[in-house]
Structures are given as C-alpha cells and as structure tokens.
C-alpha cells in the first residue's frame, strides 16, 4: 500500500513560483501513475495533472496547461508539480493521488493535501 506525503504549499505571490512535493512510501510507487487534484474553498476537487509510471504520458487541466508541470523521480519515490505564474484562482490545497490499479482514480490513494494560497 502507497502512503503519500505532499509539502511544499505555502503563500506564492501571483506570476512567482511554488513546487509541491509528493513523497511516497511503499512498493507500488514506480508502478503507479501519480496525479495532483486541487480543491477551492466551496468546490468540488478537480483534476489538475497526472503522469504515468514511465513518465512518458503527461495529462494537465486545460487551467494549468502551459503554467505547471508534473514530473517523478521513481529512485525517489517523489512526484513534482512546478506551479509557475500562479493565479489567484490556483488557491486551494492541493492533493497527491497514487492510482496503483489503474482505476482512473475511482481507487486512488490520497494524501492529506497542502495548502496553496496565491495573493493577487
């Protein structure tokens, strides 16, 4: 079973930077595609992107394309999203999802989120 451990969310001025971290623990990490969701104050939580255990395929919200990036480090057992030119609508916390079975996230593995807040 995955366990995951996102940091790095903090207060990120609008147009800086900010990169998340996702650590992960156990043995089905780098069989596992990794994704980041996002939850606003009084919404629902929302793709933002996802990679594959090869990091070969890369999917992103059409909100964030061209702004963030998603990437791994399977020796690390870590997965990235590089927050660029945030937005104040970026504001939310942010969650690590583990989806070992492949299941389009209807059973992925979740962490316990981090909280972006972007100041316009």
């Known amino acids: 079973q995955v366990q995951l451990v996102e940091s790095g969310g903090g207060l990120v001025q609008a147009g800086g930077s900010l990169r998340l971290s996702c650590a992960a623990s156990?043995?089905?990490?780098?069989?596992?595609?990794m994704g980041w969701f996002r939850q606003g104050s009084g919404k629902e939580r929302e793709f933002v992107a996802s990679?594959?255990?090869?990091?070969?395929?890369?999917r992103y919200a059409e909100s964030v394309k061209g702004r963030f990036t998603i990437s791994r480090d399977n020796t690390k057992n870590t997965v990235y999203l590089q927050m660029n030119s945030p937005k104040f609508e970026d504001t939310a916390v942010y969650y690590c999802?583990?989806?070992?079975?492949?299941?389009?996230?209807?059973?992925?593995?979740w962490g316990q989120g981090t909280l972006v807040t972007v100041s316009s």
């Open positions: 990679i594959n255990r090869y990091s070969t395929v890369t």
């Open positions: 156990g043995r089905t990490f780098s069989s596992s595609s």
């Open positions: 999802a583990a989806d070992p079975a492949g299941s389009s996230w209807t059973r992925a593995i």
